[in-house]
C-alpha cells in the first residue's frame, strides 16, 4: 500500500515514520509513505501557496492550483476516473467527517491513499470538490494544520494491514474493533485441541483492562479470574470490563455497540441511566 502526503512541512513527517511499527513495515516494503512538499510547485520566488480569503476575514487560504500541480506530478488519477476501490484523496481539515476505526479499515482496503495536509485559515473549497474524495478530521478540536491527521491516519490504517503487526489478531481485538459476528476464523479452536479463545471482538466498545507482572503493585492484584486458566471466565469477566470502561469513559460508544440481550441486561445493572436507544438493539 502506498501513502502520498502533500504538504508545506515535509520534514516534520521524519521522526515519526522512523520509529515502531511504521519503520518496520516500510522497512519490508508492506507499506510506502512518500511526502511531497507544495512549495515546490508554486511558481514565485517566494514559492507562495496561500492567498487571502474572498469576503474578507482573518488568516489565509491554501490556494487550489498548487494542490493541483501536486496531484498530476505524483501520478494521482483525476478525480472523474478514480477508481475509488483501489485510490483515494483525502483532505485533511476541521470541517470533515470524522476519522474512526471503520474509516482506517475503508481506506486499508485500498492500493494507494493521498493525505493533502490543510494549513492555515483553511483549503480552497475546490480542493474540495475538484480533487478530493473525502473530507477528514481527527476530532473535534483544531489543529494548526492536517500533518499529524495525516501521520495519525497513516498510523491506523497502515497497522491493519496483512503482516504489518507481529500478530493480526492484535487489530481485530482491541477498543474500536469488530464484532465477533464479522470475525471470520479459519478453523474452530475448539476442534482443533486448543484452548478456546480468551478474547472477545469489541464490536465497537473499549478495549477491556490489561495486566501483567507483577499480580501484586502499589496495594492492587490482578484479578484472580485472569489466573484461572477458565478462558470462558476471561471471557465473559473481559468482555463486561470493556462494557464498564466504555460505560465510564465513552458512553456515546454504546448507542451503537453490538450487545447480547445478557449484555444489556448487565449494562443497565451498572448504570440505570442508559441511553433508551440501547433497548433497540438487536444482539
Known amino acids: 500500500m502506498r501513502f502520498d502526503i502533500v504538504t508545506i512541512f515535509p520534514g516534520l513527517f521524519a521522526g515519526i515514520f522512523e520509529h515502531g511499527v511504521i519503520k518496520r513495515a516500510v522497512a519490508g516494503g508492506l507499506v510506502e509513505v512518500l511526502t511531497h512538499d507544495l512549495r515546490d510547485f508554486a511558481h514565485d520566488r517566494h514559492r507562495t501557496v496561500d492567498d487571502r480569503p474572498f469576503g474578507g476575514g482573518e488568516g489565509m487560504v491554501l490556494k487550489p492550483e498548487p494542490l493541483a500541480e501536486a496531484l498530476e506530478a505524483i501520478g494521482a488519477t483525476a478525480k472523474a476516473e478514480r477508481d475509488l476501490a483501489r485510490e483515494s484523496?483525502?483532505?485533511?481539515?476541521?470541517?470533515?467527517?470524522?476519522?474512526?476505526?471503520?474509516?482506517?479499515?475503508?481506506?486499508a482496503k485500498l492500493d494507494r491513499v493521498v493525505l493533502i495536509c490543510g494549513r492555515y485559515e483553511g483549503v480552497d473549497e475546490r480542493v474540495n470538490e475538484l480533487l478530493a474524495d473525502r473530507e477528514l478530521s481527527i476530532g473535534d478540536y483544531v489543529l494548526s494544520g492536517g500533518e499529524l491527521g495525516a501521520a495519525v491516519i497513516v498510523d491506523a490504517t497502515m497497522r491493519l494491514l496483512p503482516g504489518v503487526l507481529g500478530n493480526e489478531a492484535s487489530s481485530h481485538f482491541e477498543s474500536f474493533g469488530r464484532s465477533e459476528a464479522e470475525l471470520v476464523l479459519e478453523e474452530d479452536e475448539a476442534e482443533a485441541g486448543g484452548a478456546p479463545r480468551s478474547t472477545y471482538g469489541s464490536g465497537g466498545l473499549l478495549d477491556y483492562p490489561h495486566y501483567t507482572r507483577p499480580v501484586e503493585f502499589g496495594g492492587l492484584t490482578v484479578p484472580e479470574v485472569l489466573s484461572s486458566g477458565n478462558h470462558e471466565l476471561i471471557r465473559r469477566w473481559r468482555r463486561e470490563r470493556a462494557i464498564e470502561k466504555t460505560l465510564r469513559n465513552?458512553?456515546?460508544?454504546?448507542?451503537?455497540?453490538?450487545?447480547?440481550?445478557?449484555?444489556r441486561t448487565f449494562l443497565r445493572s451498572l448504570d440505570d441511566q442508559i441511553p433508551s436507544s440501547i433497548d433497540r438493539h438487536r444482539p
Do not use: M, Y
Open 89 to 107: 484523496v483525502v483532505l485533511l481539515s476541521a470541517q470533515g467527517k470524522k476519522f474512526t476505526q471503520a474509516t482506517a479499515r475503508e481506506l
Open 250 to 263: 465513552r458512553p456515546d460508544l454504546l448507542e451503537f455497540a453490538v450487545l447480547t440481550e445478557k449484555e
